[in-house]
């Protein structure tokens, strides 16, 4: 290595040293730096490590190449290829044991000198030492020296010795045979041995990669490349190699070793080093010339190559140990990922690259991510875990609890989904008294308005202009009578109807509905409703009840009180203490009582904008005592607040049009919440919402989600659920058996097209049809294929098998239109095109790994990627 850049050497069994060679041979001592002083002779690596030199043998000039010896003992041994091709063995340690005496000063000599560019010793058998030199005419390039070998005095060859510094110039010996001779009339440029046995040498010659067997060296596996320098075998992976040619890697598999299996992205600059990390899998280090940047390329996740054009993919990234420009680097032998840079001018630096991290979010919500070789799970601490209150978690047990499907009690749904939004309560209220109504409708066949029911209040005030008939009535209870103007229509009492108050016909009777706020505990609600429809007596009942019950409020009796002294003399005392206080009250149903009683016929803002009262009262109080025109601007006010807000309660305004599309947007936005989403908007009956870009998105995307989450069975039922209400998303059939011979779909006699020609019962089916046998191909009469385990025929049940269940032996065909149950369907494996009856190729992989058919060695069931999942359904939450 004279005259060129320094080469850095870690101690295989010595972590903390390392030699730097060029000129001389210099050996280091690594160490952590205790304190921000440096010891007198230490060099500073970096700000935890110092390097102190331990010793220096300048006695083997003209230095091309240098090897560590492989073993433990003798320590510090070292083989060092000079420019006439010589080898040298020396040492830089103080071990003075007899074996180290009688290695230290041997010389290997070829028969005619050129220069030796690589040393490689034999890992396994580590008295075997090669060596690649340059070409010549009529010797071979590649040597393999034995160096326990004696010197053999009757060679006439000049035996120059070379005096070293460690070493008795009179042990110096002199060897010229070599154990093996192999690449004739070639020129060897890199060596390195293969580790999976000890008698192969992979050789970059002059135009091609050559794998020599000693065993039986008159001939050699090669392949022609331009790229022979620096080979060397993945210490983790011993059938892929690296090697370079100027810019360019190239990485081979040796099982494959007609062509690279890849090409790295070839660099501006001439290649120098190139080095796999002899802590992790997979990773490559290069070094270019001039430059301060190691390029690493990361094969982690590099799958073995199945066909010819298989590339593997890699990821690239550039570390920069040090500002100046890098001379070479060496990986550390044991610590992870640390590496020794060395410069032009010897300055050196002790680097580790940091792994990259991998951040992986599940469809569960669960964090991870891997640094090297540890993998993290992020976890909140304290009771309120916000992972609880995540729409993601909220979705998934909903979806377990088979939230949205229940089509009978549309309102049950809301208690599937936990009981605790009301929003969500006051939309399943609205959707089941929508679909109340239209079923209803259905029974009479008269005057249906069930498209108008789902059009919404907003389309049924609308309708209702000019049609609306107004009576004054007086407050049920008080001593004096005031009129109170009411107004009332058929389209009115429909909105009454769709927020809960009445029950189905035109008769205005609340009591059905007071009974049932009463059973929930919900008093101040209930005397609301009662007081709203003018009966301040039932009220009064309704508080009494509420505060003498276990769980009411002692202050309703106060409020009762304070509604028995009510007058409707405006300039009364109890007028004037009610407007006062009654902002004082908690609750919003209270205040809006007070309200409703101190103002003036006709304006009831206090009441309608109390926005804590629900959204169905507020709409039936408005649809009792307002106008056509009032009403019409105080719906369409509200409808727009709640279109904004994105708040569920105005679907009972919108219905599903494409102003509700538009409110549910706004509330997906704000939540995310896709699943209650496409629950409702397949609610209402088909119509052109479903074709909305918006709804097909979100109803892809919880479907996506049920799957993400291995809910199979639940995106199935979703799917079903969706194609009763919306026959139109129903999928075509893709996928059909087709016949071996004739290439038709065995299964058409099945299907809604009958088949001219031949009957039913011609193919194997007998005319009932509780059973199903199908054993023919319905277009040639081939014979099906049989079953590889009970061996008959495919097509027929396999209740009727050896081993089937009893389960299986009816199918109703008229019901569920199906040739077969799932047990008898169909199935083979796509890598050895055996199979059989479904049921049967399960219960035997159950047991087995391997193809039932016998001589076939096929891992079916692992090359399913699915197949060894489970339904996440079936996994305890």
């Known amino acids: 290595m004279s005259g060129s850049k320094p080469d850095i050497l870690w101690a295989p069994h010595h972590v903390d040293r390392f030699v730097v060679c060029d000129s001389e041979l210099s050996l280091y001592h690594i160490e952590s730096a205790v304190s921000s002083e440096l010891k007198a002779g230490s060099l500073r690596l970096s700000e935890e490590t110092t390097a102190t030199l331990l010793s220096i043998n300048s006695d083997t000039p003209y230095m091309k190449c240098v090897a560590w010896y492989p073993k433990y003992d003798p320590e510090c041994l070292l083989a060092v290829g000079q420019a006439n091709g010589r080898v040298v063995l020396t040492s830089l340690g103080q071990d003075h044991n007899s074996k180290s005496k009688d290695l230290i000063g041997k ?21 075997w030492l090669a060596a690649g030199l340059d070409k010549h005419r009529a010797d071979f390039s590649v040597l393999i020296w034995d160096i326990s070998s004696k010197y053999a005095p009757e060679t006439a060859v000049a035996t120059e010795k070379v005096r070293l510094s460690t070493g008795d110039p009179e042990a110096g010996l002199v060897v010229t045979k070599p154990l093996y001779e192999l690449g004739q009339n070639d020129a060897c440029l890199s060596l390195c041995w293969l580790p999976r046995d000890q008698k192969l040498l992979l050789a970059g010659m002059h135009r091609n990669l050559a794998i020599f067997d000693l065993r039986n060296t008159s001939q050699k596996i090669f392949v022609n490349t331009k790229a022979v320098q620096g080979v060397t075998v993945d210490p983790y992976f011993h059938d892929r190699v690296a090697s ?13 070793f007609e062509k690279p299996v890849l090409t790295l992205t070839e660099q501006p600059k001439p290649l120098t080093k190139v080095a796999w990390c002899p802590t992790r899998t997979g990773l490559l280090a290069t070094l270019t010339r001039d430059s301060n940047i190691i390029r690493l390329y990361d094969m982690q996740h590099t799958p073995t190559p199945i066909g010819d054009e298989t590339e593997p993919t890699i990821i690239e990234r550039s570390v920069q140990p040090c500002e100046n420009y890098i001379a070479s680097f060496a990986w550390h032998p044991t610590s992870q990922n640390r590496m020794v840079v060395v410069t032009p001018n010897r300055t050196m630096s002790d680097f580790t690259v940091f792994e990259r991290i991998s951040l992986a979010w599940s469809p569960v919500t669960s964090l991870m991510w891997a640094c090297g070789r540890h993998l993290y799970e992020c976890t909140e601490e304290g009771k309120a875990s916000s992972l609880e209150k995540d729409i993601a978690t909220k979705m998934r047990l909903r979806a377990l609890s088979r939230y949205g499907l229940d089509t009978e009690q549309v309102w049950r749904n809301h208690l599937l989904a936990g009981n605790e939004d009301p929003q969500l309560k006051s939309l399943w209220y609205t959707l089941h008294f929508m679909k109340q109504y239209t079923e209803d409708m259905d029974q009479k066949l008269t005057g ?6 789902y059009a919404g209040i907003k389309s049924i005030v609308k309708s209702s202009l000019g049609t609306t008939e107004n009576l004054r009535h007086s407050r049920s209870g008080s001593d004096r009578q005031a009129d109170i103007i009411q107004y009332l229509s058929e389209e009115r009492s429909l909105a009454l109807q769709l927020c809960g108050w009445i029950k189905k016909g035109t008769d205005l009777d609340v009591e059905p509905f007071l009974n049932s706020l009463e059973q929930e505990g919900d008093w101040e609600r209930a005397a609301a409703v009662a007081l709203f429809n003018l009966d301040i007596r039932r009220a009064i009942q309704i508080l009494n009840k509420g505060a003498s019950s276990g769980k009411g409020d002692l202050n309703l009796n106060v409020v009762a009180m304070a509604l028995s002294g009510y007058t409707d003399e405006k300039n009364s005392l109890w007028r004037e203490m009610c407007s006062t206080l009654r902002l004082q009250l908690n609750n919003p149903y209270l205040c809006a009582m007070f309200a409703f009683l101190t103002s003036e016929s006709g304006s009831y803002d206090g009441v309608l904008y109390e926005n804590n009262v629900a959204v169905r009262d507020r709409v039936a109080f408005a649809c009792k005592f307002l106008n056509d025109a009032q009403l019409n601007r105080f719906i369409e006010k509200l409808t727009n607040e709640m279109k904004d807000a994105g708040n569920l309660e105005g679907i009972l305004l919108t219905g599903l049009t494409k102003d509700g599309v538009d409110l549910m947007e706004s509330y997906v936005d704000r939540t995310g919440d896709v699943q209650t989403a496409s629950y409702c908007m397949l609610q209402g009956s088909p119509s052109e919402v479903l074709k909305d870009e918006r709804v097909q ?3 892809e995307n919880y479907r996506n989600l049920l799957d993400a989450w291995r809910f199979w069975h639940k995106r199935a039922e979703f799917d079903i659920h969706r194609s009763k209400l919306d026959p139109s998303s129903k999928p075509l059939a893709q996928v059909f058996v087709s016949c071996n011979f004739c ?7 099945c299907s809604a097209i009958p088949h001219q020609g031949r009957g039913f019962s011609q193919y194997g089916v007998s005319g009932s049809p509780t059973k199903s046998k199908v054993t023919s191909c319905p277009g040639c009469r081939k014979p099906l294929p049989r079953c590889a385990l009970c061996l ?9 098998c050896p081993g089937g269940s009893k389960s299986d032996e009816k199918v109703d065909l008229s019901k569920d239109k199906k040739l077969a149950q799932f047990n008898n369907w169909f199935t083979w494996c796509h890598n050895c095109r055996h199979g059989g009856h479904a049921g049967h190729m399960l219960s035997w992989f159950r047991d087995h790994t391997e193809c039932p058919v016998s001589a076939c060695s096929c891992k079916c069931m692992q090359l399913d990627t699915t197949g060894n999942l489970i339904p996440a359904e079936t996994v305890q939450v």
């Open 107 to 127: 010389e290997f000599v070829p028969k005619h000198a050129r220069q030796c560019n690589t040393l490689a010793w034999n890992p396994l058998d580590s008295n």
């Open 244 to 256: 370079f040619y100027e810019g360019q890697v190239a990485i081979w598999d040796l099982r494959k």
């Open 448 to 453: 249906n308005k069930g498209p108008l029911v």
């Open 697 to 699: 998105y979100w109803i």
């Open 743 to 749: 290439g038709k779909s065995i299964s058409y006699s």
């Open 792 to 800: 008959i025929n495919m097509g027929t049940p396999v209740s009727s």
